[in-house]
């Protein structure tokens, strides 16, 4: 068995949409990105590839490359899974912790899971997503930002 730790942070900005996990957050603010911006999956994904050491998500998707604008971080997130999966793996379990001043979580979290149990082909059990504030304090307390930590679990197919 071998574990994988990711982190990203993305601004927010008006006119975009929120995207957790692939799940769309009713917020007058959203993330900034290259790609779609979802920061959730952007730290499950470097997760995945630091628990194999095959690079961070920079590598396998550059910001730089026009083919990855806008793209669907579920999308790289699937294309993550299959690089794992040649390199002999699978994920055992996943948790995450978002960072966000508002809005509020709790009422989203079981959606998240179970999109990211369904795009992992994890079992909601072995999928975990918890929330919390910054305290006002910095970027990310001042609704600036938001911040997700990740650590996964994988083992050898
Ligand atoms: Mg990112």
């Known amino acids: 068995m071998r574990i994988g730790s990711g982190y990203d942070l993305h601004r927010l900005v008006p006119d975009r949409p929120l995207l957790l996990g692939g799940v769309r957050i009713p917020s007058p603010l959203g993330e900034l990105g290259h790609s779609d911006g979802d920061v959730l999956l ?76 369904a795009d992992t082909g994890l079992s909601v059990d072995r999928v975990s997503v918890k929330a919390k504030t910054n305290e006002g304090v910095d970027a ?14 994988i083992e050898e197919l």
Request: net charge negative; glycine share 8%.
């Open 42 to 117: 952007h730290a499950v994904i470097d997760a995945l590839l630091g628990a194999a050491a095959l690079g961070d998500i920079g590598t396998h998707f550059p910001p730089s490359d026009p083919a990855y604008a806008g793209i669907d971080s579920r999308e790289l997130l699937a294309r993550t899974i299959k690089l794992i999966g040649d390199a002999g793996y699978y994920a055992v379990n996943l948790d995450t912790t978002v960072i966000l001043e508002r809005p509020k979580l709790k009422e989203y979290i079981t959606a998240i899971r179970e999109q990211l149990a």
């Open 140 to 153: 990310v307390g001042r609704g600036e930002a938001v911040a997700v930590h990740a650590a996964v679990l």
